[in-house]
């Protein structure tokens, strides 16, 4: 009759509907409460303890509720903990805190695991003689909640705050579940809901997602590289030296491998790695470059060389080495006597004047140059500015006349004409080559200048009809501006560079007539263009004053498909 009358008096308060969900909810819950607690609280207390129980109505939560006997002799506490989190560890663990907590000498406990979720642990705890404890409940929760919490948990929690509950929810279930143990021991649950994002965003087999930053550690110049992929991890024979193109030394992989279900895997490929050149990359800066020169040299979209380490050192843009890169390969076909990996090797080495190549290339050649707001060249110059700073710290330049000039350039493209821009930056790019002790190096930073300085056109800044960029980049160039060209020097020449296919054509003047051809001389077929085109000359002389040619050269011929395979390439470039 007690309990019925104070069961009574319970539902009664609580103003739920007979009958409904809530009631019924509320009328099991004291039902399984310890019976000794019912007999002993008052109805104040069992509202309390039961409209607590009913509130966390089967969430994944840990709920402490406390009682403290009317004469004082003990403390009765309910634990409620997801049924998957409790074991014998973990109720140690809440054993240990609650003794500490109420200045305990005895304990004695129960357990209640149903078909409910939740768990309940209830613990009586008698205090010391003489102690009076009187902790903070909200802190000793917490503390129970950091005692039980499983990795599983703190990623559920972090991306339930990060992305609401029920998508949180649904990835902390469907993505967190499936990473494997040697992940969850590796990798913090903060981190891993970034990771999380990463994998809920990939589309198919062919789409890659990439993630990088630096570990938390102070005193670690590690620099950590993520890749996420469908279906079967990058081979690292190719991921390799990509990253090593780009400066960076790999010191270690870590493959992880998800099954979301039957068919459907994905692999998340974790590399550290360290900056070949030894200071501190400032990774909000470069991240984005960086991340985008990955993806498309892994595409095939730019080549894997030695010219990318210019992305990190001198913070640029993958297109813009690629101007570079398709500028050394024009020098290759004219006979230059150094290799590739040289003249990538030297521009990296003068990280600066390289970064002012490519500023006095897009002064000369930028359209959007004469109608940008004087807002956007305001922030253009800022974003110049900034990364001419940040590679002055970095190389120590002490010259005043040298400085003066990169003042004169920063101040043109703030609110100066394209003519001004152009001459300030290349006053400072001569004036930089007195720091150049090799005269190798001087050599290939000075033709470089002046193959730019040749150069009367290009497609570089042009868009197709979807605002896409082009495939190929192409110079038109004035070959008496050309040091040390094999002659005859022809009147002018336009190179085409793409990472498929390598072309020039070459003419005699304004008007000349010539053919097309289809070389397998990929190192030297400007030279076999240049014999060609003196061929022209003497047959056209009858029909026109000069004569042209042209010539070009696929660099991925097909090797199965037979003929018909290599020429529908050929037709292709």
Known sequence: PLLRQKADEVLARSALRPGSYAYKALVHIMETLPRDDLLQASVDEIVEISTAV???????????????ERFNRFYSCLVYIPRDRFNTENRQKIQDLLL??????????????????????????????GAQPDPDLRALEARIVEAVRSWHDGLREILVQKVGEERGLDWAERIGKAFPAAYEEDVSPWVASFDVERIAELGDESDLKMSLYRPRSKDSDIIRFKLFKRGTPIPLSLVLPILEHLGLEVINERPYQLHLGEEDQVWVQDYDML??????????????????????????????????RLILASRLHWRQVTVLRAYCRYLLQTGIPFSLHYMATTLARHPLLARLLVAYFDALFNPERESESDYRRELAAKRLDADIDALLREGGHSDKVFMEYLRTAMDARAGGTREEEAEAIGQAFIRGLNAVSSLDEDRILHVFYAVIRATLRTNFYQQDERGDVRSYISFKLDPSRVPDLPAPRPYREIWVYSPRVEGVHLRMGPIARGGLRWSDRKADFRTEVLGLMKAQNVKNTMIVPVGAKGGFVPMHLPESGGREAIMAEGIAC
């Open 100 to 129: 500490r907590a109420f200045q305990g000498e005895q304990l004695d406990y129960a357990v209640q695991i149903s078909e409910s979720r939740l768990a309940r642990l209830q613990l009586l705890i008698r205090p010391r003689p």
């Open 54 to 68: 009913l509130a966390l109505m089967e969430r994944q939560q840990v709920r402490l509720l406390v009682r403290r």
């Open 275 to 308: 900056f070949a050149r030894g200071d501190q990359l400032e990774l909000d800066r470069v991240r984005d470059s960086f991340t985008e020169a990955f993806i498309n040299t892994w595409r095939g979209e730019t080549h894997s060389d030695a010219f990318n």
